[in-house]
């Protein structure tokens, strides 16, 4: 199993940056992809970063693109996301999450392991 926790979140004001952290824990070599979704009230949980652990290639939803950055250590099973110039829109609770395949899929039912989620409020 995969034990995955979330950090980081929190308010801040349009335009301003927040950093989210995920730590894992317990069988961490099977995690070939880590990524992060969102959710806002009334929506779907989407996929708006991923990165793959061997080659480090990335995948940004076109909402996020230019604004978040994900990073990955693998030597430290921790994944994170640079979010900048945020906006009110990105205002959703945010969660970590772990693939046991090589393939970044958009559907959150594809993946096999979830964080708690962290809330991250944008005020305009």
């Known amino acids: 199993q995969v034990q995955l926790v979330e950090s980081g979140g929190g308010l801040v004001q349009a335009g301003g940056s927040l950093r989210l952290s995920c730590a894992a824990s317990g069988r961490t070599f099977s995690m070939y992809v880590m990524g992060w979704f969102r959710q806002a009230p009334g929506k779907e949980r989407e996929l708006i970063a991923a990165v793959r652990r061997s080659s480090g290639s990335t995948y940004y939803a076109d909402s996020v693109k230019g604004r978040f950055t994900i990073s990955r250590n693998n030597a430290k099973n921790t994944v994170t996301l640079q979010m900048n110039s945020l906006e009110p829109e990105d205002t959703a609770v945010y969660y970590c999450?772990?693939?046991?395949?090589?393939?970044?899929?958009?559907?959150?039912?594809?993946?096999?392991?979830w964080g708690q989620g962290t809330q991250v409020t944008v005020s305009s």
């Open positions: 999450a772990a693939r046991d395949d090589m393939i970044i899929m958009v559907s959150p039912r594809a993946w096999d392991y």
